[in-house]
């Protein structure tokens, strides 16, 4: 999911020496990341076909996308306690695997409960990987080289969300949405051979413990941004989770026009990860106010003005903009709260945003079944303003400058 990241200090030991450049071997995360972003929300483009041909209604097939969301939050907690001191290098690789096997469970089934297994082993790998991959990166690199690696990292995010997710819905529509998936299956593998080649053994030294990780909670601020956090990600992913659904029925698109809007949307979120940088460098409340504000009225006036491919083009170019703002602001809010609790807050974040992402996918297909596909939409919004009603009412800039935070996220 999108820019979650995690500073465990765990995993904040020195750099193994390397005979080598250590930059590869952050490649091989950071493809690691494009590859996990992608595998999480290829479902998105591909939910009318996967209904049509397993037989469920498309709020009911919306749970490809809830159910790695879920068990992605607990794995965020079961994986950084239970892997004890193993060396994170076959850690990574593990988790790798988990996203291999998922996506040729799913290229395979013909039973939608099957389909539901295939993406809870996605869950695991897609929870882990942003509990560790992150920190571990910046092991990897020099003292001073650090928020360099963590780019590297956000690039395979930004690239996934970016091509990755509007490649898969091309290919689904020339050749299937199995296809895809088995394509996502033979990326995963280049991954995990990659990773075997390039990644250095990483020993820990130290472990965290379940007693650790309610550190944050115990500080209002990090409190008021997780539930700011669980707002405004379940009004994202109640509304993107079914975009596809609403720009096909109701702006009346045809599918490659749609895999074109989603990779202009990915295209956005670049730059509002650009503008969002900007904003949170004066203030953070600022920024957060505007990430709810813009994303929830560009969402919820899509059934209004977006039901044709001009006013649909310009309110999803706006949503993308807020959605590249989004991980980033609630981010340093929460770590700006509780720097004292770097160590387990990003776990604690991690888990709070896919159960948020998962909830949003479930609320917004409950929406959708009942409703019709345009009350998703204006649900997303409703949460999204909602976000920036709580900020503007009981949010407070704190002291410290939200750009030593942003430089390491």
């Not at 004292?340 to 479930?362: D, R």
């Not at 596909?373 to 649900?379: K, T």
């Amino acid at each position: 999911m999108q820019n979650q990241t995690n500073t465990l200090a765990t995993e904040a030991e020195p750099s193994p020496s390397h005979h080598h450049s250590p930059w590869p071997a952050v490649i091989s995360i950071a493809i690691g990341a494009f590859a996990l972003v992608t595998t999480e929300f290829l479902p998105v483009g591909l939910l009318p076909a996967i209904a049509a041909e397993l037989g469920v209604t498309e709020g009911v097939a919306g749970m490809m996308v809830t159910v790695p969301g879920l068990v992605a939050a607990l794995a965020a907690i079961l994986v950084t306690v239970g892997i004890g001191k193993t060396d994170r290098r076959f850690v990574l690789w593990s988790l790798t695997a988990t996203m291999l096997v998922s996506n040729l469970i799913v290229a395979l089934s013909h039973s939608f409960p099957l389909v539901l297994f295939g993406r809870a082993l996605l869950g695991i790998g897609v929870g882990g990987f942003w509990a560790l991959g992150p920190a571990l990166s910046t092991r990897l690199v020099p003292p001073g080289s650090e928020p360099r690696a963590l780019s590297m990292i956000f690039a395979g995010v930004s690239i996934g969300t970016v091509a990755g997710v509007p490649a898969g819905a091309l290919l689904g529509e020339l050749f299937g949405w199995r296809i895809a998936f088995h394509a996502g299956g033979v990326v995963a593998l280049l991954v995990l051979l990659t990773q075997m080649r390039l990644l250095p053994s990483l020993p820990a030294k130290s472990s965290v413990t379940f007693r650790q990780l309610p550190e944050m909670l115990r500080v209002p601020k990090a409190r008021l941004g997780i539930f700011i956090t669980m707002l405004v990600f379940i009004g994202q992913f109640a509304a993107y989770t079914y975009i596809t659904p609403f720009l096909s029925q109701v702006a009346h698109l045809e599918a490659r026009t749609i895999s074109i809007l989603l990779l202009v949307y990915g295209a956005a979120g670049l730059a509002g990860n650009v503008i969002g940088g900007k904003i949170l460098a004066r203030s953070v409340r600022t920024g957060l106010i505007t990430t709810g504000v813009v994303m929830g009225l560009s969402t919820a006036l899509l059934p209004l003005l977006g039901t044709g491919l001009i006013g649909a083009t310009l309110l999803v170019i706006v949503w993308g903009i807020a959605f590249g703002m989004m991980p980033m602001s609630v981010q340093t809010w929460i770590f700006q709260a509780a720097p004292h609790a770097m160590e387990s807050g990003g776990a604690v974040f991690v888990t709070t945003a896919q159960i948020a992402l998962a909830s949003g996918a479930l609320v917004g297909g409950v929406a959708v079944d009942h409703l019709g596909v345009s009350s998703a939409m204006v649900v997303g919004g409703v949460l999204a303003l909602a976000m920036a009603a709580v900020t503007m009412r009981w949010a407070q800039d704190g002291e410290q400058p939200a750009t030593k935070l942003h430089a390491v996220h």
